[in-house]
């Protein structure tokens, strides 16, 4: 081998090792997505703290339970809470089966997409609503029916389904967090039906670790075949007050870190926070009319007003949106900076 040919050999290995050095930094960098701002730093190092077996503030991975809120948390809430979107889109879907429902309301309003009448019906139409689409079936048949839906609707801003309106930074947190040993939760709202119908593909978070309101099951045998059908009697609402009752009762443990979004969140996170040891309570402010919605205290969709004053009070870490993601979305480049 000439000298020539070897200084060129060795010019190009030392070009390509130039080239790789940033892209394995990226990869080696917790939480990319994130602006190098107070959240990133808060969450690094309230794992590191936890995780260090040289400190004192180290906790066992058996106990580094991490629960999060859905909505708002780990993907968008808006214009509407996705499920609920579901719920309507199934009394269209079944309309033919129930012609009822073109006379009577809330149903009518849906079919109508008359928003003012569904608004006039409140709570116990929406109630309703989700009443006959999410009972008097199997659990097997709803699933099937929230994995269709999952697969074929898509989001009326932006036409990507609805589970690419995932936040990239929380799916980076939750991969995070699990390298360093921490079982992660869904503690939210939702259906825990319609949540496990996607969690496990898009967040990695297995059906066993996915808590939300529940409905009455009945256990069916009839001609040889078994199945649990899902009645429409409410067995747990898990929002507000609710999470923590759902959290003591399936994990048995409290958690060292809980994330939210909105007031509903609240008691979860005074429960993590009421535990002994380092705690790390956050709540995803959302600040981004650009990129993704702005809303916060007056929302009627994940309003954040007590438990902001609260996380500000306490020195929770709030998350700024438009300051702290770099990407809101996977699908979508990212920016540094404050977006304006």
């Known amino acids: ?12 290995l030392a070009l390509l090792f130039g080239l790789a050095l940033p892209l394995l930094a990226q990869a080696s960098e917790p ?29 066992k991975p058996a106990d580094s339970i991490a629960v999060f809120d859905n909505d708002g948390t ?8 996705f499920e609920l979107l579901f719920a309507f889109d199934e009394v269209k879907r079944n309309a033919a089966q129930h012609p009822e429902w073109r006379t009577t309301q809330p149903f009518k309003a849906v079919l109508e997409n008359d928003h003012k009448a569904l608004a006039a019906s409140g709570m116990e139409g929406l109630l309703k609503i989700v009443g006959a689409t999410h009972t008097g079936m199997t659990t097997e048949a709803f699933d099937d029916y929230a994995k269709t839906w999952l697969s074929q609707a898509r989001h009326p801003r932006t036409g990507k389904p609805y589970t690419e309106m995932i ?3 929380m799916l980076e947190m939750l991969d995070y967090l699990r390298k360093q040993d921490f079982k992660t939760y869904i503690v939210s709202g939702g259906d825990t039906g319609f949540m496990r119908a996607f969690a ?19 256990f069916q045998y009839k001609d040889g075949k078994a199945s649990i059908v899902r009645t429409a009697k409410l ?9 923590p009752e759902s959290i003591d009762a399936v994990i048995g443990k409290r958690p060292i870190l809980a994330f939210g979004n909105s007031d509903g969140d609240l008691q979860m996170l005074q429960w993590t926070a009421a535990g002994s040891g380092k705690r790390f309570m956050g709540l995803v402010h959302h600040t981004d009319a650009k990129r993704e919605c702005a809303y916060d205290r007056q929302s009627d969709i994940g309003r954040l ?4 004053d609260e996380a500000n009070s306490r020195g929770w870490t ?5 300051s702290e993601w770099r990407r809101i979305y996977p699908f979508e480049p990212a920016v540094t900076g404050q977006v304006q």
């Open 318 to 322: 709030v998350v700024d949106m438009a």
């Open 31 to 59: 939480l990319p997505s994130w602006n190098d701002g107070p959240a990133k730093k808060n969450i690094i190092e309230f794992v590191q703290a936890v995780t260090d077996q040289t400190s004192k503030d180290f906790v």
């Open 235 to 243: 067995a747990h609402n898990d929002d507000g007050p609710g999470k």
């Open 74 to 81: 780990l993907w968008s809430e808006q214009p509407a809470y």
């Open 305 to 308: 007003d007590k438990a902001l």
């Open 200 to 218: 496990e593909k898009v967040y990695g978070i297995p059906p066993e670790q996915v808590i939300g309101t529940t409905f009455i099951t009945s």
């Open 1 to 12: 081998m000439t000298t020539a040919l070897r200084q060129r050999q060795r010019f190009g």
């Open 167 to 169: 936040f990239q930074p």
